[in-house]
Antibody, heavy 122, light 107 residues
Framework: VQLVESGGGVVQPGRSLRLSCAAS????????MHWVRQAPGKGLEWVAV????????KYADSVKGRFTISRDSSKNTVYLQMNYLRAGDTAVYYC????????????????WGQGALVTVSS | SSELTQDPGVSVALGQTVRITCQGD??????ASWYQQKPGQAPVFVMY???NRPSGIPDRFSGSSSGNTASLTITGTQAEDEADYYC??????????FGSGTKVTVL
């Protein structure tokens, strides 16, 4: 399993940025995908999830209405469109795969990419 | 939204046992999963369910769960176990939540 994020960088407050995550080593079309972020020196914060079929799209309250997750199974890629960016969105953004673990009873995040740094600053 | 509470940090002597706890209402419904993160690296999935290790995770890692509390225990702690540990679960709205993280320092 390999997940490679791209598209990070420095962006001004109020502007937009799109992250991409290229997946390989597994059958992308049958797995849900997440974005999780980590502000500098802080803990992990779940951001969004999209089901394997493009349904079951959910967002953290902190990004709802500003961020959009999407996927293109023909390209084995998941995206995070980030609009109206704020300084508080500055973080490393991780793409992660989920899988169903029956001894847990629900889908869990099991593999993570190395992350892409997004810095929101004027 | 749900919250998961973890102690900020714990110290353990090399070779000894350390337990990391995670508390939250969502844990009454959903088992926790656990992730290890070393500085500058992505998190690694180390525990799920009541006490289940993903492939490749050493058996010195174990888990337990009761009521609103989940625990991750490292028995015979090694120097390479020094890291931040995060619990996670789902909440009743279908969202996911992470704990605040526990820094394990190996003395």
């Amino acid at each position: 399993v390999q997940l490679v994020e791209s598209g990070g960088g420095v962006v001004q407050p109020g502007r937009s940025l799109r992250l991409s995550c290229a997946a390989s080593g597994f059958t992308f079309s049958i797995y849900g995908m997440h974005w999780v972020r980590q502000a500098p020196g802080k803990g992990l914060e779940w951001v969004a999830v999209m089901g394997y079929d493009g349904n079951n799209e959910k967002y953290a309250d902190s990004v709802k209405g500003r961020f959009t997750i999407s996927r293109d199974s023909s390209k084995n890629t998941v995206y995070l469109q980030m609009n109206y960016l704020r300084a508080g969105d500055t973080a490393v953004y991780y793409c992660a795969r989920e899988d169903y673990y029956d001894r847990s009873g629900y889908n869990l995040i099991d593999y993570w990419g190395q992350g892409a740094l997004v810095t929101v600053s004027s | 939204s749900s919250e998961l509470t973890q102690d900020p940090g714990v110290s353990v002597a090399l070779g000894q046992t350390v337990r990391i706890t995670c508390q939250g209402d969502s844990l009454r419904t959903y088992y926790a999963s656990w992730y290890q993160q070393k500085p500058g690296q992505a998190p690694v999935f180390v525990m799920y369910g009541k006490n289940n290790r993903p492939s490749g995770i050493p058996d010195r890692f174990s888990g337990s769960s009761s009521g609103n509390t989940a625990s991750l225990t490292i028995t015979g702690t090694q120097a390479e176990d020094e890291a931040d540990y995060y619990c996670s679960s789902r909440d009743n709205s279908g969202n996911y939540v992470f704990g605040s993280g526990t820094k394990v320092t190996v003395l």
